[in-house]
């Protein structure tokens, strides 16, 4: 059973365009959504992260937009470059259990 | 460069047989954690341990086990290898227990034949 849904399972982009990556769960005990950034060859890296008492947090182009009432949360890349192409990965925590998404695969085209 | 190391980058071995994959955490970090990533059941949490002690449990098989030791860098044993067991496998470590901010390993790719 996947406890956290993640859409699209890839994704073009134009360069400077918006890329939107979307994840849904059922379990409310979860308290931590994280978002991970993964290149080939390499693990994954934690891009942004959000608690369900904010509704959205940014750090420069990246935002994660999160709906408490709908049990989803996004991530938002603006002014998408080439160099964001990568997986991401988003994930729901609680207690000490880690839940992740399947990935995304983000291309962004020049 | 996220400061986690793992041992070894390859590993090709057959069915049936053990290995052990080596992990060393940040230098400070006392929890180790361990995930397993493969194609078709994306990326898994499988155990955490924290100063040398087991502190959660995922998805792990009965085969595998881990542990962490006292100058806390963990391994993770594989056993009675099967051919679903080919994966990358990342440790990643943190300050403490909370599970805040993550930082993975370059992974050990197993290929099991």
């Known amino acids: 059973q996947q406890q956290v849904k993640q859409s699209p399972q890839s994704l073009i982009v134009q360069k400077g365009g918006i890329s939107i990556i979307n994840c849904a769960y059922e379990?409310?005990?979860?308290?931590?959504f994280p978002w991970y950034q993964q290149f080939p060859g390499k693990g994954p890296a934690l891009l942004i992260a959000?608690?369900?008492?904010?509704s959205e947090k940014k750090e420069g182009r990246f935002t994660i937009s999160f709906n408490k009432s709908a049990k989803q949360f996004s991530l938002h890349i603006m002014d998408s470059q080439p160099g964001d192409s990568a997986t991401y990965f988003c994930a729901a925590s609680y207690g000490n259990q880690f839940y992740f998404g399947t990935g995304t695969s983000l291309t962004v085209i020049p | 460069d996220s400061g986690v190391t793992q041992t070894p980058k390859h590993l090709i071995t057959a069915t049936g047989q053990r290995v052990t994959l080596r992990c060393s955490p940040r230098s400070g970090d006392l929890s180790v954690y361990w995930y397993q990533q493969s194609l078709d059941q994306g990326l898994q949490f499988l155990i955490q341990?924290?100063?040398?002690?087991?502190?959660a449990k995922g998805n792990i098989l009965e085969r595998f086990s881990a542990q962490q030791f006292p100058d806390l860098h963990s391994e993770l044993n594989l056993s009675s290898l099967e051919l679903g067991d080919s994966a990358l496998y990342f440790c990643?470590?943190?300050?403490?227990?909370?599970?805040?901010?993550?930082?993975f390993g370059p992974g050990t790719r197993l290929l099991v034949l």
């Open positions: 959000i608690r369900p008492d904010v």
């Open positions: 341990y924290y100063n040398g002690e087991e502190r």
């Open positions: 990643a470590s943190s300050r403490d227990r909370a599970r805040e901010t993550q930082y």
């Open positions: 379990n409310t005990a979860f308290d931590y």
